[in-house]
């Protein structure tokens, strides 16, 4: 008689086992009774009435991230890729909502994006693409909040995480780029330039200021050397006249011993009396005649020399 019950001990088992059911944290199950929503159950372990009620599905409540890949063109008609990265959750309370009123928010969520990225993007130009990617950013998810609000979803954030032009326009901004780079470092270099430039003619100036000075106290100095020498002239009963003249006669022969030390010295030296150009000349010219005499009476005598033998 017992053998009989054993199957049906079994098969209640099964039954009483398959009544329980356990629900992942962060998630949440739908349970049906004969296909019609009978309830939502949350973490933890759940119960249902065996071969009538059923779990029709489970959504996750955890944040979750979409991304789309937008190709369009701005409005200097270039073509561009944006990717847009949006973060998306299940709310607690529209469980219902959200599991039987959208199937799939995956193309419901690229559609929008789709539809806001190509119509803001075109309205600028790129560099402004890359200036207000915030501003796109905003409008996704405005547009987002306003659509899937009402199918249980929530956007925590959107975000465009790469903008990427065209090849040829890539390679164009780099080249613009680097030429950018190269003109500031031009600037830099020729700052430098022209600060070295202008320290070094203030050094220059520094310098002749300084060397000028230095001639101005030489010549006081000298000034001074020649007036004490005037004075102690006068006290052994010479007069200034007598003075200055014996002073210049004795500068100039220190100035003839100064250039004697000097083997190598192509100085002449003139004197400084009004007719000493003229008087020069005229001893040159009497020079050069006395040397042709010479010159003459030594050829005359040689030839007479020579006739005699």
Known sequence: MSIYYIPFIFLGVLILLSSFFTVKQQSAAIIERFGKFLSIRHSGLQMKIPLIDKVSGRLSLKIQQLDVIVETKTLDDVFVRLKISVQYMVIRDKVYDAFYRLDYPHEQITSYVFDVVRAEVP???????FVKKDDIAIAVKTELNDAMLD???DIIKTLVTDIDPDAQVKAAMNRINASEREKVAAQYEGDAQRILIVEKAKAEAESKRLQGQGIADQRREIARGLEESVEVLNKVGINSQEASALIVVT??????????????SNLILL???????????????????????????MKEAKNRKKNNE
């Open 271 to 297: 004197p400084n009396s009004p007719q000493a150009g003229s008087d020069m000349l005229n001893n040159m010219v009497a020079s050069f005649t006395a040397s042709n005499q010479i010159g003459e009476a």
């Open 151 to 153: 199918y249980g979803y």
């Open 251 to 264: 500068q100039h022969y220190d100035t003839l011993q100064s250039i004697g030390e000097h083997v190598n």
């Open 123 to 129: 309205k600028m130009k790129l560099d402004d693409v």
